[in-house]
């Protein structure tokens, strides 16, 4: 993480043994309790806003997907000449017999 000009403040109440695990964390990471507190709330912030990025762009996705099985745009030139190639070899191929 880059370092930045800290100028904000933030306040929290806890409880006393939730200020204890918290050292006890930051101490076992060798950082300061403001710093483990301050990095932690960063990772689960990014984690949350990642989920829901992820979300979002699947739902949108997932009606872009609908949209175009449902109303699909008709074969351009380069896809019906492709089509065509595609026939053509798989016509020259001998056929197997599938089991």
């Known amino acids: 993480?880059?370092?930045?000009?800290?100028?904000?403040?933030?306040?929290?109440?806890?409880?006393?043994?939730?200020?204890?695990?918290?050292?006890?964390?930051?101490?076992?990471?060798?950082?300061?309790?403001?710093?483990?507190?301050?990095?932690?709330?960063?990772?689960?912030?990014?984690?949350?806003?990642?989920?829901?990025?992820?979300?979002?762009?699947g739902r949108r996705d997932q009606r872009a997907f609908v949209e175009a099985l449902l109303n699909p745009e008709p074969p351009n030139k380069r896809l019906m000449a492709a089509a065509k190639r595609h026939g053509a070899a798989a016509e020259s191929r001998p056929r197997t017999r599938r089991r």
């Open 1 to 57: 993480m880059a370092i930045a000009e800290t100028t904000e403040r933030l306040e929290a109440r806890i409880t006393p043994d939730q200020k204890d695990l918290f050292k006890r964390a930051a101490s076992l990471r060798g950082v300061t309790l403001t710093d483990f507190v301050v990095s932690s709330a960063h990772e689960a912030a990014v984690k949350t806003l990642e989920a829901v990025h992820v979300i979002e762009f």
